[in-house]
Each structure stands twice: as C-alpha cells, then as structure tokens.
C-alpha cells in the first residue's frame, strides 16, 4: 500500500480483539498526555495568512508558559507539520498523541492543511506543486515570528510530511533549524511510489485513486462556515484531472520530478533526523542524505518496520488487538515521542541534551526477514554506528560464476534467462503497509524460476550493513528490457530469506533523463545499487544472488518477452560487510511483543502464492490477487464529532504468457459525516498495455447527501518511452 491506509486504524476503524494487557515484555511506549493536561494549550484552529490572501488552515498545540496570555510567558522553539490529510478528522489521533507530547516538552507544533486540502483555501492540482513549496516557507517565516515562539522552527513528518520537511530544508530558510524526515525522500523519480531505477512501480495506480480522495475531499463546515464550504468543495472538484494520466505521461527524470527533488545538498543548513523502514519503498533517502550532505548535523534511526513511526501509544482507551498504525510494525518499535522531544529541545531550544554526542546511525539487524516470526518480534538486534558512512564496514565482492558465487571470478560464460511472468509473488508490493499480507515472502518459489548464484554453506556469519552493489554483464535479445536482483539467505532447510533487492530498467543504464534502447547481441556492464540492508547470514547458510528479467506485481513488464544473457566471471556483487561484533544495548527503549498477542494471526510468509487466484490452462493460466473492498469502513472521530470512512480495492491481474495481459484497477472510497452533512468521494483507475502504449482509464465522482454533484471519466493511450 502507498501512504495512508493506516489512517483507518487512526480513527479506531480496526476490529476490536483479544485484550493486550500483560502482552509486553520489557520498555513500553511513553504514555499518551491528556488534551486537557494543565501544562498545554490546544488551539483548534487558527487562520496562517498568505501573501495572496489565501488563508491555510492549522491546529495549534502550545506549552502553557509560551501563550503570551501567561504570567511567566517564555517562546519555545515550534514544529511545523505541513500535510494535505485534515488536521481536523482523518489524523486527529495521531495529531493528539504528537502534538500534547511534544508540548508538554516545551515544543510547540503546528499542523497546518496545505492549500487546497482540508481546511485551508485553495484548490490542489498535483502533488508538491511549486506554490504548495512557496507556501511552506511563507508559514515557516509566519511561526518565527509568533509570540509564542523563540524564532527557531522544526519540521517534522512521515511520508508527505516527509517530502514537505525535505523539500523545505533543500531551500534553506533561515528561520528552519532542523526537521524529522520519515519515510520520504529527497530524490522524487528515484525512490517515489511511482519509479524505481527507470522501472514504473505499479504502486503509482493505487496511490493515484487514494490521493484523488485527499485532494478533492471537502472542508469541515464547522472550521470554514455552512455558507462556504459548498464553494470552496466546488473550486477542489472544478481542477480535478486524471492523475495516472499525467504520471504515466512522465516516465523520465524530467521537470516534474525534478522540480519536488533537491538538486543542490551543499545549500542544506538545517539538522536532519532520518527515520525509515526496511519494509518500506523510501529507504534510500535516509542515508542518501548523509553521504551527500555531510556538512549538517545528521542521525538516522533504521528499523524492521514498513511504512510507519517507529512508536506511538494507542488510542486512548483501545483494548483490541494493537493498532500497527500506533506502534512500529512489524516490532520491535521504539519509543518514539522521548526520542523526538530531546531532538527538538536540542536543536529549537538550545538544551544541552546529549543527543547529538550518540551514535549518529541506528539500524535494526535482521537475523531473518520479519514475515518469517510474526506475529512474534522480527528475530534480530538494534545495533550502532559512531558516524556514517562508517569506516568499519568494507566492500567485500563476490563473482557471480557458472557454479556458483564465490570471492574469486571464475571463467567467463554467458548464461541465459527467459522473462518469466511469475517472479514476484513473493513480493507484493515496494511499499509495505502494516498489513503482514504485503511483507516479503519466503523466496524460493521465485528462486526456482530465476537465475540463481549461491555460495559454499558459510563457515561463519557474515553481517552487512548498507547498500549492496551489483554489477552485472548483460546482453538483451530485445531493445527494452529490465534487470531485478534479489539478494537472500538460504538456510539449511532450504528456505530462501529475502535481504534486499536493485531493479534497473537496462534502457536508464546510463540516464534516467535519456533512455536509449538496447542493442541486440551486445553486451553492457550494469550497475544496480541495492535497498539498504542490515542483516545477519548465519553460519551454515549460504548467500544467493537471484536475477530475473522481471518482478510482477511490483513492476510493469516490458513490453515483449525478453532472453536475457549474463556473462559469469565478470559479473559480481559487493556487499557491505560490517564486523561480527557482540551486540550493545541501542541509546533508547526498544519496545517489544506488542504484535505478539491472543488470536493475531502469523503472516502468510511460506506462502507464496497465498491470495492468488488461478484460472485456464498450464503455459497460459491467469493470475489475480483481489485485494480490499471498495465499501467504505467508518470509524466515529472525537472531537470533531464526525463519522469518518475510508474504502481501499486493488485487482491485478497477468497471464503467464503475455506482459501485456498485466491488468491493474484501483480504487479508494472517503465518507465525512455530522448532522446533516455528508458527502462521499470516489476514484477508480485501470491500467494496461500494448507492446508500445499505456491504456489508462479513471474517473472520479462526488456525492453532497444523496446528490451526485460531480463525474468525470478520462481515457488516454499514453506512448511508451522504452519502459
């Protein structure tokens, strides 16, 4: 799933279950503070104006001592978190788990709708658009000047939030001292849900109809009055366009991406705190940004999770089976908030708290992927690192031969491999959700249909941390084609345990800006540089390299079936290896076995092709995975009194036979209702494909009560551009 199916859980959408109590073993999450706590002052709304007179829309969260109404008035430093997803209803929880525990601190934080979404004036186009950019810096300017402020304001956020922290910092405004960047990135074309190394990601159709429902949802007629939230709803739906459409449209490097991306990391001044996932699709960027700005004080914190905070409390009162959206899932999670709040007392308010004087990198080492023991904790340790790049871990490389892979390069000899359209099953999805259905999946179903190169069983582990790099000797007997590399242990039994992987549309071997097809019968030298990893291969096992010429459902095909050609002895892969060390406690509280309780199931990990359905004959049988359901689950939201529902579905479907029988159709449902009001918001997309264009359909329509009050479809055969 792309970025916001966890608000369910926000909302207590979740079905109740068994009682958690006595679950957790070891440090828990800080407790929640109280909206009512004495020490905090809530704002519900306040108006930010912009230089236009479009007034943007934000809560505010305030240590009591900082309202200029106090006695003892003393400015703190503030946070900014600038998101597109309602302050006021669909993240209301987490905005009251953050912002009282930030404020009980002495931080205050404001949570500002960007324009156009939520409360705040406007109509949003696309994503990231330059005035959304200029606006973030015109409502950082406005904080920096506010009473309750000292002048040094913070940025933080997960996902958007993340984008919005990244792109902020790369213009460097004076008053912006320092963000928290959490699954996001920096580099939009690179490691976004829509393209990854020149591949399209089918992640983009989904995204594209959940965000469809954010941009055009209306604002709250108790916020923006009764007399104008129908017009300002008006004004969202009049610029709707198709957005997979317009994505599929740009399917290089080009200025759309360009323009959301940093390009110049030597003008970055303000501190960053990276936060990632390992099951997640933004990795890349947390130490990206280290390597490539190394003159701003950094730390990044790398855990087993997906697209999640590494620990939040659960809602108040909640006494079900624990929320993934709360805690970082899979676990072990972090407690989060103290990490945060030292973070931000440091950098906005001056205290000398001895953060920056800990080790700048963090990172969850896997001794096996989490899939393989949930619902129990991912097997595995926090381990550390003074700096990063970190001068202890050195490249050690290993040849992909013809018997094997091994530290010495073996007799060159090509070795071919046949498109086969049902290599990644084990694999759902680059960006995983909470969901244990969409982590990675035992591999060796996908091995067997793959070429595959294994080393000798190990006579001692071996630890890498970092990214894997592979080089590979190639020949296509087609001008289009795609190379994936999946890095795995295979154990003595067998099993094949996913590590990381690198995907490289061989057309972008040079430039994501200007592909230029294959030649046939020539041979090209490659490089594919994997997903950071940090991961233990025990004694015993053995290290594969698995190649194959396509990953379904993660990547469009390529247009035909391709024969791919690798040349041993000159191919090779060179991983990260970082010393065997005994493991030292990490510098915060790890919080474990909240996923560990009565009646939560085990993820499907040794089953590969668990939710597919299979139909037709062998050599042309189609296969689909039905996810979701296009009816919305509604959850009631305190505080703003409103029954809030959400509706995912995503169908994809491919015969065996055929890269162009590839079928994806996507579709997201939003509800908002109190009293008399109640609208409704739906998109639907599909996509296909020729040998040599996109098909993509969509539409969108909105209800007021029972009245459709918009609908609109869109049709377009986009060309491909050697993708």
């Excluded at 990206?288 to 003159?295: G, K, L, T």
Aim: glycine share 8%.
């Amino acid at each position: 799933m792309a970025r916001r199916r966890s608000l369910l859980g926000m909302v207590g959408l979740a079905p109740f279950g068994p009682a958690i109590a006595g679950a957790a073993a070891g440090p828990t999450v800080s407790a929640q503070v109280s909206l009512d706590d004495p020490a905090i002052r809530v704002i519900e709304n306040i108006w930010i104006p912009m230089a236009d007179g479009t007034r943007l829309a934000a809560r505010l969260f305030l240590p009591a001592h900082a309202d200029p109404a106090h006695p003892q008035h003393r400015p703190g430093g503030a946070v900014l978190e600038y998101l597109p997803y309602r302050k006021r209803d669909g993240y209301r929880y987490r905005d009251d788990v953050v912002g009282p525990f930030l404020a009980r601190g002495g931080i205050a934080l404001v949570r500002c709708d960007i324009r156009g979404t939520g409360d705040s004036d406007g109509a949003m186009i696309d994503e990231y658009e330059p005035i959304e950019q200029r606006d973030a810096l015109a409502v950082i300017d406005w904080i920096s000047r506010q009473p309750w402020c000292n002048g040094n304001v913070g940025m933080r956020g997960i996902s958007y939030g993340s984008f919005t922290g990244l792109q902020a910092i790369a213009k460097a405004p004076p008053a912006l001292k320092a963000i928290v960047s959490c699954c996001g990135t920096e580099q939009r074309y690179l490691d976004d849900v829509h393209y990854r190394g020149g591949c399209l990601i089918d992640d983009q159709w989904e995204w594209a109809m959940e965000w469809q429902v954010v941009m055009r949802a209306p604002p709250d007629p108790a916020i923006v009055g009764k007399d104008r939230w129908r017009a300002m709803w008006q004004e969202r739906l009049a610029v709707t366009g198709p957005l997979t459409i317009d994505w599929n449209e740009h399917q290089t490097n080009d200025a759309k991406w360009q323009d959301a991306s940093t390009q110049d990391y030597g003008r970055i001044t303000a501190a960053v705190f990276n936060v990632a996932g390992m099951l997640d699709s933004y990795l890349p960027s947390a130490t990206r940004m280290m390597e490539r700005a190394p003159q701003v004080p950094q730390k990044a914190l790398i855990g087993p999770w997906a697209h999640k905070w590494p620990g939040y409390p659960q809602p108040t009162g909640h006494t079900g089976t624990a929320l993934p959206v709360a805690d970082g899932a899979p676990g072990p999670g972090v407690d989060w908030m103290p990490i945060e709040t030292r973070w931000w007392r440091y950098w906005l308010n001056v205290e000398a708290n001895g953060i920056m004087d800990e080790p700048r990198m963090s990172a969850f080492r896997h001794d096996r992927p989490a899939g393989f023991s949930y619902p129990h904790d991912t097997i595995g340790t926090f381990v550390t690192e003074p700096t990063w790049p970190s001068p202890h871990i050195r490249p050690s490389v290993f040849h992909l031969n013809a018997d094997g892979l091994a530290q010495v390069a073996g007799a060159e000899q090509r070795l071919a491999h046949r498109t086969n359209l049902l290599i990644g099953f084990a694999n759902r999805t680059s960006d995983s959700s909470g969901d244990p259905a969409d982590w990675w999946r035992e591999q060796s179903g996908d091995d067997a249909l793959a070429l595959c190169f294994d080393t000798a069983p190990l006579t001692a582990a071996v630890d890498i941390m970092g990214e894997p790099v592979f080089t590979i000797r190639v020949r296509s007997d087609r001008p289009v084609a795609k190379l994936c590399a999946r890095l795995t242990e295979v154990a003595p039994d067998g099993r094949s345990h996913f590590v990381t992987y690198a995907l490289l549309n061989l057309t972008h071997r040079d430039s994501h800006e200007h592909p230029v097809p294959l030649e046939p019968s020539r041979d090209y030298d490659v490089t594919l540089k994997g997903q950071f990893a940090c991961y233990r291969f025990s004694a015993g096992s053995r290290i594969r390299v698995a190649l194959s010429e396509t990953w379904w459902p993660v990547v469009w095909p390529s247009p035909e079936m391709v024969t791919l050609e690798v040349t041993t002895g000159a191919s090779f892969v060179t991983l990260p290896v970082r010393p065997t060390e005994p493991d030292t406690p990490p510098p915060f509280n790890v919080v474990r076995n909240v996923y560990d309780v009565p009646g939560e199931k085990p993820a499907p990990y040794r089953d590969r092709l668990g939710g597919v359905s299979i139909t037709g004959a062998p050599g042309h049988r189609t296969f689909t995975i039905d996810d979701g359901s296009s009816e919305p689950t509604e959850g009631f939201v305190p505080g703003a009194d409103t029954w809030y529902g959400e509706g995912y579905r995503l169908r994809r479907v491919i015969r065996e036979d055929d890269p162009n029988s590839a079928e994806i159709e996507a579709e997201a449902v939003n509800t908002y209702r109190r009293g008399d009001w109640h609208v409704r918001l739906h998109a639907w997309s599909r996509g296909r494909s020729t040998p040599t264009h996109f098909l993509c359909e969509e539409s969108f329509t909105a209800w007021d009560g029972d009245k459709q009050i918009f609908a609109k479809t869109w049709n377009k055969a986009i060309p491909r551009n050697l993708m």
